[in-house]
Every structure is written in C-alpha cells, then in structure tokens.
Nanobody
Framework: QVQVVESGGGSVQPGESLRLACACS????????MGWYRQAPGNERELVAT???????NYASSVKGRFTISRDNAKDTVSLQMNSLKPEDTAVYYC?????????WGQGTQVTVSS
C-alpha cells in the first residue's frame, strides 16, 4: 500500500521559514512526478510546486523565488523549503505522488503565518 505522509508544518511569523517533508512508503519515487499543493479555508486546492523524476521544477507564481522543492530518491522523500513566508501562505499543505495510473495524497500539514 502506497502512503504519503507530510510533516514540518507549524505556526511562524511573517518573514520566517519552514521546511516541509514528505515521506513515501510502498513505492520507490524515483520514476514519478512529485509535488505539493495547498488549500486555504474557503479556497480550492492549488498547485505550489512540482518536481519531475529528472529534477525539473515548476512553481506557482506566488511562491517562485521563495519556495524550493527538492527530492531524495534514495530516501523516498520530497521536501519544500519555504522562506520569506507571508500570511497568504497560510494553508494546509499536501504532498502528492503522481503514479501515472493514479495520484496518492497525504493527509496534509497545517502552515500558519501570522504576527
């Protein structure tokens, strides 16, 4: 059974940083597209960042230059380094694995940015 588990969320002040981690089990992620989405209250889930099996990255315009996605295929983990956080980054962040025939989502981790 494939599982995706996020960690690293929390409450920070504007301008601070957080690093989210996504641990995958039941698969070897090296061949798959991995990514992060987020969902704020009252909003639809939106793309934050993706990383291909070859390491190519894509970011939402709202986080480009502040967030960095990376992967460690040997450990089957994906990370999201979030710098210069803003109140509008407040959301539940979800990691996902695109396994070609289906997508597996984690349960999410809350990120709150507030002064």
């Amino acid at each position: 059974q494939v599982q995706v588990v996020e960690s690293g969320g929390g409450s920070v002040q504007p301008g601070e940083s957080l690093r989210l981690a996504c641990a995958c089990s039941g698969i070897r992620i090296s061949r798959y597209l991995m990514g992060w989405y987020r969902q704020a209250p009252g909003n639809e889930r939106e793309l934050v960042a993706t990383i291909t099996s070859g390491g190519a990255t894509n970011y939402a315009s709202s986080v480009k230059g502040r967030f960095t996605i990376s992967r460690d295929n040997a450990k089957d983990t994906v990370s999201l380094q979030m710098n210069s956080l803003k109140p509008e980054d407040t959301a539940v962040y979800y990691c996902y694995a695109n396994l070609w025939v289906n997508v597996v989502w984690g349960q999410g981790t809350q990120v709150t940015v507030s002064s």
